[in-house]
Structures are given as structure tokens and as C-alpha cells.
């Protein structure tokens, strides 16, 4: 690809704006039951997911179903004091949401509902662009690099993503944490461990 990362961001989040509302809740039902059904997601009891921005895939449909299966779900929160910082809290039907500073809602904070990364099994992710080894392009402020560097247990990592996301190829960067499969609404990607880097 010999795009630059930020020509690439800009062309992948036009693309997916460019989809219509039909298009989206296609997208976020067939999310809903390809991912409902997968192992990965049945075996996890605590999951963490996204509320949808920018024509991200909405992932409410799939919450609602896992909130029947009496799963523990977790939100991205903003941390109060080091705006460089993401936690994840937990989220219930119930939980009372606040806008944050990119004008997403966000549980209202509550540091007895944060869950550390070791509690948490599997991780939704959105993403501005894939490829089939796992490589993430994220909107770009390092926000889930952030927290996913270091040693500690890390959540399976699935990102989350239309087709039109899908890239021949993606450089990455040393910080960058490859996921482990990537979920569209037609299909179900395992990347490649074993041809990464
Ligand atoms: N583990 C890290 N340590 C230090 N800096 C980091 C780390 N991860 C990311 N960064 C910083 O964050 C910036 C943005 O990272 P990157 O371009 O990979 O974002 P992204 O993956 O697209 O976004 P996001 O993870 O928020 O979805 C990088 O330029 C880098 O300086
Ligand atoms: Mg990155």
C-alpha cells in the first residue's frame, strides 16, 4: 500500500461513513449472530466491546445478546486524570453514560466498575483498516496499544470491521499489538501468527 498512514485513515473512514443506515444494521445484526455463535465468544465470560462512532460497526445488537447469556461486559472509559489513559468499565443495560471529550458516550466514572486487562477475556476492537496477519489500523492517538503493551495476559484480541476495512497488506509499527482474528459481518478471519513479522 503506498498510501501514508493518514491518507490511509482518511480514505478507509470515508469509506465506511459512505455506508447506508440499511447497510449499518445489516452489518451490526449479521455481527450480532457470526459472532454470538463462535466458541471464542461463548468460552468468555468477561468481553469488551466499543459504542459506535465514525460508521464503526454498532455492536449493541450482540450486547443485548450476550447480556441474555448473563456475560460480563466492559466500555472504554477515558481516564479522569491522564487524558493519555484508557480503562475498561464494566456496562450493564442499566449503567448511567456521559459524553467524553470525542463526543462518544461512556460509562460515567465509577472506579469500583473498572475491571484490570488480566480480567478481561476477550476484546472487541474497532479499527480504521486490517489485513489478513492481524496488522490494526486504529484512528491513531495509541489508545489500545497503550494499553495492551506489556507482559501481563492480554484479552483475545478481535477486531471489528466492514469489509470495505480490509487492506492487501498494512505496515506495522513496534508498538503496534497485532490482533489474534478479525470479525467482518460476512466473515470470521484467523490471522496468521505464523507469517507475522
Ligand atoms: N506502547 C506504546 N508506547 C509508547 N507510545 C505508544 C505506544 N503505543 C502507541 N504509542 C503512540 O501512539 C501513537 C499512535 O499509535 P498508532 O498510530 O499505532 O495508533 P492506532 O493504533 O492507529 O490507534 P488506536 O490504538 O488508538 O486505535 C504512536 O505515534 C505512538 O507514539
Ligand atoms: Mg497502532
Redesign the pocket.
Known sequence: MPQD?QTL?RHLRQARRALSAEQQRRASQQLAHRLNDRPEIQRAQTIALYLANDGEPSLMPLARLLWQQQKTLMLPVMHRDNGREMLFQRFEPDTPMAINRYHIAEPVWAPEQVIAREGIDLML????GFDHLGN???????????YL?GNSPRPLLVGIAHECQRLERLDH?S??IPLNAVATPEHWLDTREDLRR
Not at 136 to 146: I, T
Open positions: 498512514r485513515r476492537l474497532p479499527l480504521v490494526r489500523l486504529g484512528m491513531g492517538a495509541g489508545f489500545y496499544d497503550r503493551e509499527q508498538w503496534d
